[in-house]
């Protein structure tokens, strides 16, 4: 029932464009993997073997210290709703942050979020598509806007969260959330 591809088609692009939630998967080459969820108006298609994701502040930024050692990440979406079908793009991810020359270019992508920490590109190199058909329906009622109003309320001290909580991954690797 998989089928695969080399690239994001234009329906596949709608599909992805319509979910409200997506999944990234990302390990280091020993430690745990991370499989984390995201929402929010956090994705972008910029063409058919590229994606872009903006990552905003979390209780940990295993995603960034991963990358920073084994490069390969998995976005996954499921459909909650209508014709079943999990959607998986795979690939290498490089990670922005704001002090990156780049930045600029790709933050404009994408709405002012409270507590933006960085920003993942992925480069794809295989698209598969699988039934999706024991995926349960699901409504969709609405963002949550805890985490806007969290980040907002601690304005520049947000920097300290980073510096106590997104430094390193739960297995001791880097993130270089403020390197060079």
């Not at 999944?23 to 956090?42: E, H, L, Q, Y």
């Not at 959607?87 to 933006?116: C, M, N, S």
Request: glycine share 8%; proline share 5%.
């Amino acid at each position: 029932m998989a089928k695969q591809y080399p690239s994001i088609s234009p329906a596949l692009q709608d599909f992805i464009e319509a979910q409200k939630l997506f999944f990234v998967g990302t390990a280091a080459a020993d430690g745990r993997v991370n499989v984390s969820p995201k929402g929010m108006d956090s994705l972008r298609v910029l063409s058919p073997n590229r994606v872009v994701w903006l990552s905003v502040t979390g209780s940990g930024n295993e995603s960034a210290a991963h990358i920073q050692e084994l490069n390969r990440m998995t976005l996954m979406f499921c459909a909650f709703e209508g014709r079943p079908m999990i959607l998986r793009l795979y690939g290498k991810a490089d990670v922005i942050y704001p002090r990156h020359e780049r930045w600029e270019e790709l933050k404009r992508q994408f709405p002012d979020l409270p507590g933006t920490r960085q920003i993942f590109e992925l480069t794809i190199d295989l698209v598969q598509t699988s039934c999706g058909m024991s995926i349960p329906f699901f409504d969709y009622v609405g963002e949550r806007d805890d985490l806007n109003t969290w980040a907002s309320n601690k304005g520049e001290r947000i920097h300290d969260y980073w510096a106590e909580k997104n430094q390193v991954s739960i297995d001791g690797k880097a993130t270089h959330i403020f390197e060079g």
